[in-house]
């Protein structure tokens, strides 16, 4: 079993940054993948980003590319979204899920095992 917790979500203005945190415990997190995903209001699930097991691979949704980064930190169990020049849009829940590492799909949520709870960002116009 892995647990996952997001963290960092909040209040923002357009144009303006946040940073996501997601905190893994259990089994070895570099023995996964993490991604993001997210679920706007009124909308299903989509992919933000993902990131390797050892950091080396990121991928993005193209809504995103650009202004958001994914990392994370095995030392420290923790995998990051740094999100800037927000828009309206990004506005969603945000999800962290960890996938096998050798499992090679990424873009849909069937791929991930283990989910967090969610964490809000609202961003205002």
């Known amino acids: 079993q892995v647990q996952l917790v997001e963290s960092g979500g909040g209040l923002v203005q357009a144009g303006g940054s946040l940073r996501l945190s997601c905190a893994a415990s259990?089994?070895?997190?570099?023995?996964?993948?993490m991604g993001w995903f997210r679920r706007a209001p009124g909308k299903e699930r989509a992919f933000v980003a993902t990131?390797?097991?050892?950091?080396?691979?990121?991928y993005y949704a193209d809504s995103v590319k650009g202004r958001f980064t994914i990392s994370r930190d095995n030392a420290k169990n923790i995998v990051y979204l740094q999100m800037n020049s927000l828009k309206p849009e990004d506005t969603a829940v945000y999800y962290c899920?960890?996938?096998?590492?050798?499992?090679?799909?990424?873009?849909?949520?069937?791929?991930?095992?283990?989910w967090g709870q969610g964490t809000q960002v609202t961003v205002s116009s």
């Open positions: 899920a960890a996938r096998p590492a050798r499992r090679l799909g990424y873009l849909t949520g069937d791929q991930y095992d283990y």
């Open positions: 259990g089994r070895t997190f570099s023995s996964y993948a």
């Open positions: 990131i390797s097991w050892n950091g080396g691979s990121t």
